[in-house]
């Protein structure tokens, strides 16, 4: 099982970026696929999951309206369209599987980094 995260970057406040996590090893449309994202000395954040036929999305109050989860099951990848970003959400980008839907994340990337330019 492999999640390989990437398209993180500097970006400027307001600013756009899209992640990508690209999977492989596992039956991929079976599972969940959910972004965490993590600032140093805090938790984790859950930020986004979609589900393996592509029916429901769902996203943290923090992100909603300004992210987009979305998933190509022919590439084996997910994807997080961060618009209009905040100082608040350069941070590391994590994207995990999850075979119940509920959170309970089995496998995960190494991470991305979101990085304020400003």
């Known amino acids: 099982v492999q999640l390989v995260e990437s398209g993180g970057g500097l970006v400027q406040p307001g600013g756009s970026l899209r992640l990508s996590c690209a999977a492989s090893?596992?039956?991929?449309?079976?599972?969940?696929i959910g972004w965490v994202r993590q600032a140093p000395g805090k938790g984790p954040e859950w930020v986004s999951d979609i589900n393996g036929d592509v029916t429901r999305t769902n996203y943290a109050d923090s992100v909603k309206g300004r992210f987009t989860i979305s998933r190509d099951n022919a590439k084996n990848t997910v994807y997080l369209q961060m618009n209009s970003l905040k100082t608040e959400d350069t941070t590391l980008y994590y994207c995990?599987?999850?075979?119940?839907?509920?959170?309970?994340?089995?496998?995960w990337g190494q991470g991305t980094q979101v990085t304020d330019s400003s």
């Open positions: 090893g596992f039956t991929f449309s079976n599972y969940y």
């Open positions: 995990a599987r999850d075979r119940t839907g509920w959170g309970k994340y089995d496998s």
